[in-house]
């Protein structure tokens, strides 16, 4: 089992930058593929972005795609989402997550492990 805290989130103006982290622990974290959600209010979770157990492939959500960017340090159980170029759409509770399979995918329902969430608010 691996448990999942994130942290980093806050309130910017658009065009701002803001990095979060998710930090692990249990063992084995290096064998779990990561991701990044977000769900803001009446809306249902979507992927934000995930990376794979290595680090080697990154995948993203079309409307992150160019501003955000996922990174893991494995020996130190920590991914990171780099937010650029902030827009009042990217408003939302930012949560990390966890699963096993190499590739779980887009679907958050595929993930076993998840976080609290921190809430990102972007004002225009």
């Known amino acids: 089992q691996v448990q999942l805290v994130e942290s980093g989130g806050g309130l910017v103006q658009a065009g701002d930058s803001l990095r979060l982290s998710c930090t692990a622990s249990?063992?084995?974290?290096?064998?779990?593929?990561m991701g990044w959600f977000r769900q803001a209010p009446g809306k249902e979770r979507e992927f934000v972005a995930g990376i794979s157990s290595t680090g080697r492939s990154t995948y993203y959500g079309s409307s992150v795609s160019g501003r955000f960017t996922i990174s893991r340090k494995n020996n130190q159980k920590t991914i990171d989402l780099q937010m650029n170029n902030l827009e009042p759409e990217d408003t939302a509770v930012y949560y990390c997550?966890?699963?096993?399979?190499?590739?779980?995918?887009?679907?958050?329902?595929?993930?076993?492990?998840w976080g609290q969430g921190t809430q990102v608010t972007v004002s225009s």
């Open positions: 997550a966890a699963d096993l399979q190499v590739f779980p995918g887009r679907d958050p329902t595929k993930y076993d492990y």
């Open positions: 249990g063992r084995a974290f290096g064998s779990y593929f």
